[in-house]
């Protein structure tokens, strides 16, 4: 394959005028869409709360899973997650983030806290394996005389 000459190749310019004011329009869309939605979520209204649900799990999950690998954790840690926010709509501050930063930041903090679990549950079971392998290795109990293993 021959390479392109250097005339063929696209140079990246800025957004035209057009295209910025276009993009500007849908982040203040989005943003207008997402303060309606925040104010039925937080005025305890659940078609509000699905609308914020489906809307959102299907990028939280995806989240979750990367950090978790598992699928059946990363449902339950979505899960908790959810009912935070459900709980705690009053954290929302808009001037300090968008709706889904917040929804991100919540689950993230949730897989986070779940693998950190995860990891000492581990070093427990880990540390009890290693206690119990080395009793043994001590020598002959008081239960192994009693049966007359010694």
């Known amino acids: 394959m021959l390479p392109l000459p250097m005339s063929d190749v696209p140079l990246p310019f800025p957004p035209s005028r057009k295209e910025a004011a276009s ?85 993230r903090n949730k897989a986070i806290d779940r693998l950190r679990a995860r990891q000492r549950r581990f070093r427990v079971v880990e540390a009890a394996i290693a206690e119990a392998e080395a009793a043994p290795a001590a020598g002959a109990g008081p239960a192994d005389e009693a049966l007359g293993q010694s």
Not at 31 to 47: I, K, L, N, Q
Not at 61 to 75: G, N
């Open 23 to 107: 993009s500007e329009a849908e982040r203040q869309s989005r943003a207008e869409a997402d303060r309606e939605m925040m104010h039925c979520f937080t005025s305890g209204d659940e078609t509000g709360f699905a609308t914020f649900y489906r809307r959102f799990a299907p990028g939280l999950f995806s989240l979750v899973y990367r950090i978790l690998q598992d699928p059946k954790e990363s449902e339950d840690v979505l899960q908790e997650a959810f009912v935070q926010m459900w709980k705690n709509t009053a954290t929302y501050d808009p001037s300090r983030s968008s709706l889904f930063t917040w929804a991100v930041m919540i689950s």
